[in-house]
């Protein structure tokens, strides 16, 4: 997702099981409290709440575990604007009980977490397995199954062992990938036998724009007019070197859980992807065009070569050679797929043509992004209502766009909505009273939700 360090504490994240969707979404496999008879939401839909463990744990060095990418890089001064840092964060660490007791008293039956790699590999395959963090998401698993609340974990959020960029250049490196094989292999072997939904990377889409084309975040590469960092990199090639290496280790971590664990444990593993829907600024077919590029560029990048074997048409015709090839060997590893795709949909922005139109410098507008102008304003129009959050804008219908979109592109396979929700700046002026009455909140999920069922209702229909 597309948030400031540690702000994601601050949104209601939801996690869905859209039944429409999910074929599997029954009474037999799902063992969690069902949904009042007054509900427009079928009976086995998830409604559920998210975190990470680097925004939300703490405890950094607590208990053997091993500095991570994020731990480095928000110690450096000026990386993050108020010099917060996720040391202790909210010490979900130390309070999961409580916040567990929390969730099951408002009544959420799912809960999306991840697993921190460095908690559990401090050096990577490099050195030992860290049992007290094998035992600490052994007790926070029993903890959340006990509450008949079902876990998703993600095995990756932005976060690796520092060891890993050390030594070899981390998501730059063909050997992450074995790396993260024998980082699944200990997760499935260790939590599968009750977690039944499993992630392999969080929004890898969001985590390779912004550590190797922007440098926002780390190991924070980058190159020309996306920025002079300090760290070097190539805004123009590393995105998509980096981009292969998580796809691929994505392919390895299923093949394993196919071949080795899905069968005797009977649990599903997919991917999460930051999820925008691109809106063209005009009905004109260049901007239609620019529309679906942005989508190829930002989502289907991942996507395509998971679900179909190959990057999207548009960027092989925009990129050529600079786009990473797939050996046969590579193409077999891809074929194992996924079993279901994670949206997180939060905003949605304009797109505009910079191939046969005029167009200004900004974001999308380069041939690493595929020559599409995005922004939530253009012509003087916006796309829906600014909030706290410069990036993200209110359209709900946005969320029934993307799921249709997702649905015909990847022929009706299983979807979860892992995040959405708002921001909101803190004021510690405002009265108890204001701050409980969230208005802005209310009406940003009652929008949302509202154009999710209404998703759920023309979807169920063939078409």
Known sequence: MELPLLAHHALFALSFCISIFLASCDDDFL??????????????????????????????????????????????????MDGTNGDVAVDHYHRYQEDVDLMDYIGVNSYRFSLSWARILPKGRFGKVNWAGIDYYNQLVDTIVSKEIEPFVTMSHYDIPLELEERYGGWLSPEIQEDFKYYANICFKNFGDRVKYWVTFN???????????????????????????????DSEREPFIAASNLLLSHAVAVDLYRTKYQKKQGG???????????????????????????????????????????????????????????????????KS?????????????????????????GRGSSRTEGFTLRSPQMNGISIGEPTALDWLYVHPQGMEKILTYLKHRYNNIPMFITENGIGMRENSNHATKEIINDVERVEYLRGYLDSLATAIRLLSYPS
Request: glycine share 10%; net charge negative; proline share 6%.
């Open 31 to 80: 063992s969690v409290k069902k949904n009042s008879s007054s509900s427009p939401f079928p009976s086995n839909f998830l409604f559920g709440t998210a975190s990470s463990s680097y925004q939300f744990e703490g405890a950094y060095l607590t208990d053997g575990k091993g500095l991570n990418n994020w731990d480095v890089f928000t110690h450096k001064p000026g990386t993050i």
């Open 203 to 233: 929004e890898p889409n969001v985590a390779t724009i912004r550590g190797y084309r922007t440098g926002m975040w780390p190991p924070s590469r980058c190159s020309g007019s996306f920025g002079n960092c300090s760290y070097g990199g």
């Open 268 to 334: 599903k593993i997919g991917v999460v992807m930051n999820a925008i829907w691109f809106e063209p600024v005009s009905n004109s077919w260049k901007d239609k065009l620019a529309a679906e590029r942005a989508q190829s560029f930002y989502m289907n990048w991942f996507l395509d070569p998971i679900i179909i074997g190959e990057y999207p048409a548009e960027m092989h015709e925009i990129l050529g050679q600079d786009l990473p090839t797939f050996s046969r060997y590579d193409v077999e590893k891809l």
């Open 337 to 361: 797929g996924l079993d279901f795709i994670g949206v997180n949909h939060y905003t949605s922005a304009f797109a505009k043509d910079c191939i046969f139109s005029a167009c200004e410098q």
